[in-house]
T-cell receptor
Framework: EAGVVQSPRYKIIEKKQPVAFWCNPI?????LYWYLQNLGQGPELLIR????????DSQLPKDRFSAERLKGVDSTLKIQPAELGDSAVYLC?????????????FGPGTRLTVL | AQSVTQLGSHVSVSEGALVLLRCNYSSSVPPYLFWYVQYPNQGLQLLLK??????LVKGINGFEAEFKKSETSFHLTKPSAHMSDAAEYFCAVSDLVFGAGTILRVKS
């Protein structure tokens, strides 16, 4: 069974440029998560989807970040414009039904460097 | 609000020695607790989780953790460290709030 796929794995951009990350969750998983992981810290939830619906986006900086999950499968996270402080690893995870005890499966992440 | 504190950002043990990674949590409701491992350039992988029932939870790769409500702790242990255990370990409460992580180094 294929795991969570993320692309690109690495991205280097100039500040003020836009950037997008893509995630393909495990087949059949209804819940998808995007996390931000800064160096030396644990993942911080940005947004959680149940199928196509964003059910928790309270930590998503909506002035520059946006996300979508069309057809309840793949998801894209976008930053426009990027700032120096956005340099981090962006993790995508999926789970079967999003319950509090449900196991999350993580992708390898996209490492973003903003110059 | 829930929170997690992992004591020690770095832990170093000798191969074959006991591994103890500390995690304390804060939660106003009975917590669900998780330990994840992250190898370099890989995603987080679930080691074990506590939901209800038995407070001693066994996970993969010989790890286990014990939920102690009175101490608000969920420490991760392994009797004998192996070189392949070198990684970063994250404790999480209710699977959405993560600690800062502990890097485990195993010396030969």
């Amino acid at each position: 069974e294929a795991g969570v796929v993320q692309s690109p794995r690495y991205k280097i951009i100039e500040k003020k440029q836009p950037v997008a990350f893509w995630c393909n969750p495990i087949s059949g998983h209804n819940t998808l998560y995007w996390y931000l992981q800064n160096l030396g810290q644990g993942p911080e939830l940005l947004i959680r989807y149940e199928n196509e619906e964003a059910v928790d986006d309270s930590q998503l900086p909506k002035d520059r970040f946006s996300a979508e999950r069309l057809k309840g499968v793949d998801s894209t996270l976008k930053i426009q414009p990027a700032e120096l402080g956005d340099s981090a690893v962006y993790l995508c995870a999926s789970s079967l039904d999003g319950g509090e005890t449900d196991t999350q499966y993580f992708g390898p992440g996209t490492r973003l460097t903003v110059l | 609000a829930q929170s997690v504190t992992q004591l020690g950002s770095h832990v170093s043990v000798s191969e074959g020695a006991l591994v103890l990674l500390r995690c304390n949590y804060s939660s106003s409701v009975p917590p669900y607790l998780f330990w994840y491992v992250q190898y370099p350039n890989q995603g987080l992988q679930l080691l074990l989780k506590y939901t209800t029932g038995a407070t001693l939870v066994k996970g993969i790769n010989g790890f286990e953790a014990e939920f102690k409500k009175s101490e608000t702790s969920f420490h991760l242990t392994k009797p004998s460290a192996h070189m392949s255990d070198a990684a970063e370990y994250f404790c999480a409460v209710s699977d959405l709030v993560f600690g800062a992580g502990t890097i485990l180094r195993v010396k030969s």
